[in-house]
């Protein structure tokens, strides 16, 4: 009988795909996934460290984990994510149970220390690789067709060079590195003949790719380009028919970025640029490189591009130094952009960040006001969004069953979602079969709710029984199930 494991993910898109990516390698090692981690072999812990309580996670994890190594003899134990490349051999001295520790560069190695824990050894591999091997992994396991049927995540590149002065970021993921073209174009080829409609391109700084090479004139020697130029070259691949990016830096948003959005039709008309504060003195303190004019008009000419676009954003209140008026500056940049959504957080001092030594730290209950305040301004501006979408139609990617319909009973209760990467819910009939996660269905949106919008068949009417209109003209199967990603 294979071994079994399991994985427990915390944190960004990033860990998520790096989860997938370690799972993928211990499939090829003869690996096969647990349903439960009480009959794992195997147990992963993929942490994250951008802000403390998602450091402390990782603490109250292990402590609780004591029982689960000692119940069954020659069980294992890693950790990976920032916070093992953060704290390297200091977590494995702390925990006697764990058996090794695996930064955010050795993913590769996870297999090999997974047998060399078999032999008792216990092991730290934390090293910083420059090299570009990083990216060659394995070919995607058949297992992982459907992870999440019809998407996938895609990186581009890894790292970042910006060192904003509250981020853990360019600590844990090191310098900025972009893979080559090929390799990306090849694995969007792999990925859509398995039928995945949908590529998440991946990176620190998304769009930041290859632009070292370009500025050294290196590019075609590295086999990068210009982000802009990539997104075209993707766009080409056969079977996709989505492409979103994750997170771009206002920095590196240029004109061929914001053409892209105008002139290639793959490109969903969704971008989520962190903006952080609408300050010009907390961005500048926070080390940016942008003013909030300058955000303002790089939204000003994506919206002149693509009038339907829907933005998000990240944004840190109570970042040291920071004043009423300050926050309130970013409330006015709030409004002005109408963000469809945010991630909204209270600043959280990091270990060897420049901002921990700042001074001026804020009181945590006022910081918490002024989240709550940010808060309630954008759950109305989302609300607003959502409400101006009754009446139109759009496209959504099925992703399975919505939040809604666990019980047996709703079965059809369905979840997608649209171009905008808005959340609909949606019910069909209960005679039809269910279309298949992955699956591309066109939909009138009926109600908007707060967190999300609600469609329904173009043709459900009384007494209308046509099949399902799917737009990629696949025939409706009945639902796979969806493999998780640990
Ligand atoms: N404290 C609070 N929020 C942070 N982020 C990054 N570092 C910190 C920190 N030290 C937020 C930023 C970033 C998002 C992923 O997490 O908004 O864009
Ligand atoms: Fe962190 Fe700034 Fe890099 Fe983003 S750009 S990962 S916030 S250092």
Redesign the pocket.
Known sequence: MPALYAVRTYG?QMNVHDTEKVANLLHHAGFRPATDESEADLLLINTCS??EKAENRLYSDLGALREWKAAVPGRVLGVGGCVAQQEGDRVLRRFSHLDFVFGTHNLRLVPDMVEAAGLGERQTMTDEHRSLDRFDLPERHEAFAGTTPGRAFLTVMEGCDMFCT???VPRTRGREISRPAAGILGEARALAERGVREVTLLGQTVNAYGRHDLKRGRDAEAGTMAFGALLGELAATPGIERIRYT?PHPLFFDDALIQAHAAIPEVCPHVHL?L?SGSDRVLAAMRRRYTAAEYLAIVERLKRARPDIAITT???VGFPGETRADFEDTLAVMEAVEFADS?S??????PE?AAAEMGGQIDPVEAQDRLATLQDLQRGLKLAGNRRCVGTETTILVEGQSARSAGADSAQQLRGRDPYHRVVNFTLPGELPAPAAGTLLELRIVEATPHSLIGERTEDRPGVKDPLRLVDGTTPASRESELPVS
């Open positions: 960004c951008i802000r509250f981020c853990i997170s962190p952080q990240d944004v840190i991630y957080f209270k600043y959280s001092p990091r960040t």
